[in-house]
């Protein structure tokens, strides 16, 4: 089993910044990828970033390039999302998962966090 608790949302006008964090306890090493989605009322859940702990390796989704950021620091067990620019259109609840792979797919992901929101006001 692995846990995950994420922290950081919250309100903030357009053009601001938030950081997400996400803490990661229980068998942390049975899955390598972390992965970072949002969902908005009434919409499917949405890939945003993804990270290995092994290597490092990154993977971002095209509306959030260069904007979003995702880093871990694999000592503390925290994976980071660094949001820039921020967007009304970015509002959304947003999850922290784990998985064995970078998976673009919530399927890919057999682990979640409960969420935390994120509002931008215009």
């Known amino acids: 089993q692995v846990q995950l608790v994420e922290s950081g949302g919250g309100l903030v006008q357009a053009g601001g910044s938030l950081r997400l964090s996400c803490v990661a306890s229980?068998?942390?090493?049975?899955?390598?990828?972390m992965g970072w989605f949002r969902q908005a009322p009434g919409k499917e859940r949405q890939f945003v970033a993804a990270?290995?702990?092994?290597?490092?390796?990154?993977s971002h989704a095209n509306s959030v390039n260069g904007r979003f950021t995702i880093s871990r620091d694999n000592a503390k067990n925290t994976v980071y999302l660094r949001m820039n620019s921020l967007k009304p259109e970015d509002t959304a609840v947003y999850y922290c998962?784990?998985?064995?792979?970078?998976?673009?797919?919530?399927?890919?992901?057999?682990?979640w966090g409960q969420g935390t929101q994120v509002t931008v006001s215009s």
């Open positions: 998962a784990a998985g064995k792979y970078v998976d673009k797919t919530p399927g890919g992901y057999d682990y």
């Open positions: 229980g068998r942390t090493s049975t899955r390598d990828a």
């Open positions: 990270i290995t702990w092994s290597g490092g390796t990154t």
